[in-house]
């Protein structure tokens, strides 16, 4: 799926805050669980990771360390999808084991737990879309609310700002 594509939401979104100080600059880290239908019909296991912008430096201090983190690790904004599994020493990764999964990208290390639907989902693909942005998620808004997360996902500026991954999931036997 392109950057900028409608994303339809479908079954349990994670709904429990999953922020973590890593690093002092970039602040909290949210991660956002869903399974989500692209337009042909095909479910598809995503991620969303963005911070909460309460980083040293305010939210654009945030952002200009979140870019920095991902152009780091060789993930464009916005120039289209990175496949993962083509580019095995990308420092970028998704362990999943059950009941949870664990978001890798350089030093920073984020364990979320998402849903059921989304794991079965991740099972059956073996991977998840990974959209991280350098937007930090809207202040004020509760991190586990489905529909600003819609209003995130679909905001073409937002999109545009976040590298897209295809991640594979490993998990502890892989």
Known sequence: MPPGAPIRFR???DLTRNAVRAHRRPGSLVVRSWRGTTPD???????????????ANGPEGT?????????????????GLVHAAQRP???????????????????????FVPPETWLET???????????????WPEGAEPGDAGTLAAFTSDEDAMASAAHVV???????S
Do not use: M, W
Request: net charge negative; proline share 9%.
């Open 63 to 79: 952002a200009k360390a979140i870019e920095q983190l991902l152009l780091s690790a060789g993930l464009p904004l916005g120039e």
């Open 41 to 55: 019909g095909n479910d598809i296991p995503y991620l969303l990771a963005c911070s909460l912008g309460d980083g």
């Open 11 to 13: 079954g349990d979104l």
């Open 89 to 111: 020493s990308l420092p970028v990764g998704l362990l999943v084991v059950p009941g949870s999964a664990v978001l890798t990208v350089q030093h920073l290390k984020s364990p």
């Open 122 to 136: 991740v099972g059956e693909l073996g991977y998840a879309y990974l959209i991280f942005t350098t937007r930090p």
């Open 167 to 173: 991640l594979p999931a490993r998990s502890l036997r």
